[in-house]
């Protein structure tokens, strides 16, 4: 979707604020939240995509005012609801409802290393060869669509070139619509400054954006 | 109160979006309850999950893997060529880190890394990124103005040295390989891993060869 938070290119976001000595979590919130929404995701409800999209889903007047894990939370809550974890009125009395199920097993502690230590690899083996190949040139295909994608507005109808194959992936656009994981090949493509904005840009810089096969066509 | 949030635009009206912190402080703390209460989250793995990237799981692990590839060419070519092999070796990889690539910066080439989209990050050498990564300055201008993105950094790059910006969009995770400090040919590995900052990793710092006066 053409969302507020596909910002690559925009102006007017104001100074980044870089804080010295930062901590991890600046409040026991936002650490609870982390951790909520971790656990939560690992019963397997949704995918990583959906819960992306789900934050993208955020009106933009919110998504930009909102702290990064308001948004995580705004978003689980959402999933929680469309998925059955909890009604909507569960989530607002923060109550759960006479008699209602209770699901099991939750993510454990001694549960967390494993998770942390093996990750979820998400590429996959598949059996078409990749349409390009390094030092090909490629056009990004100009697709707006209206579900998740993670083809940025700044690439769209841009001419750049293969750069690395980096092996077949989960497509987000289907994973995070419950569409399945399609697997594609994924590509590091390369762009000029000059290509994305223009002849006062430098002629020495580029931007390499990872790309789904299928956000690609031959120029 | 109301911890429900909007699913689109056309509900905006419905819901109030709070963004005073005590309150999202009660959002969470009730939301915490019911998942528990339900049996859907279990505290002790929540506590271990932050502990893990308090305490366990940060730039540490990264500052470890450049100062191996600083002091051991084979270590280091092994790393640009494989990245997920040659961290593993440290014993590092995993969450958010599963499909590494490392980019070397150079005299004449300055790599930087952002996501656009999100807020993707190589967790698992690096672990979980500040608030300035996250935030919409930094997303919106690093691919259309790396140079004065960098600028604001304290970093102003020669015109002749190219700069590449990395869009993570994808499941590859992006860790910088800053150069190495003249002056610090004496140094040890772990003396030289005590020099490497986070933002050296991600590309809006350079390496000083002294602890004193860098930032995070």
Known sequence: ?219 | MNLSVTSGPSHAHEHEHQAVPSDAALRVKALESLLIEKGLIDPAALDALIDTYENKIGPRNGARVVARAWTDSAFKQRLLADADKAIAELGYGGMQGEHMVVVENTARIHNLIVCTLCSCYPWAVLGLPPVWYKSAPYRSRSVLDPRGVLREFGLDLDKEVEVRVWDSTADVRYLVLPERPTGTERLNEEQLAALVTRDSMIGVAKVSASVQGQRS
């Open chain 1, 1 to 219: 979707m053409n969302g507020v938070h596909d910002m690559g290119g925009m102006h007017g976001m104001g100074p980044i604020q870089h804080e010295k000595n930062e901590p991890v979590f600046h409040e026991r919130w936002e650490a609870r939240a982390y951790g909520l929404s971790m656990a939560i995701g690992c019963l397997g409800k949704w995918t990583l995509d959906a819960l992306r999209h789900q934050i993208e889903l955020i009106p933009p007047a919110d998504y930009l005012s909102m702290s990064y894990y308001e948004k995580w939370i705004a978003a689980i809550v959402e999933l929680m609801v469309k998925n059955g974890l909890a009604t909507q009125t569960e989530v607002e009395t923060g109550k759960a409802a006479p008699g209602s199920s209770k699901m099991s097993p939750a993510l454990t502690a001694a549960a967390v290393g494993p998770m942390v230590h093996n990750g979820a690899p998400n590429n996959r083996n598949v059996a078409v060869a990749p349409c390009f190949h390094r030092g090909q040139r490629v056009r990004a295909r100009n697709l707006n669509p209206t579900g998740h994608t993670r083809l940025p507005r700044y690439a769209r109808g841009r001419l750049g070139t293969i750069e690395r194959h980096h092996g077949a992936f989960v497509f987000p656009d289907t994973n995070a619509h419950e569409g399945g994981e399609n697997p594609q090949h994924v590509y590091s493509v390369r762009f000029t400054a000059r290509e994305l904005w223009g002849g006062t840009a430098p002629a020495t810089d580029s931007v390499f954006v990872d790309m789904w096969e299928s956000y690609l066509e031959p120029a």
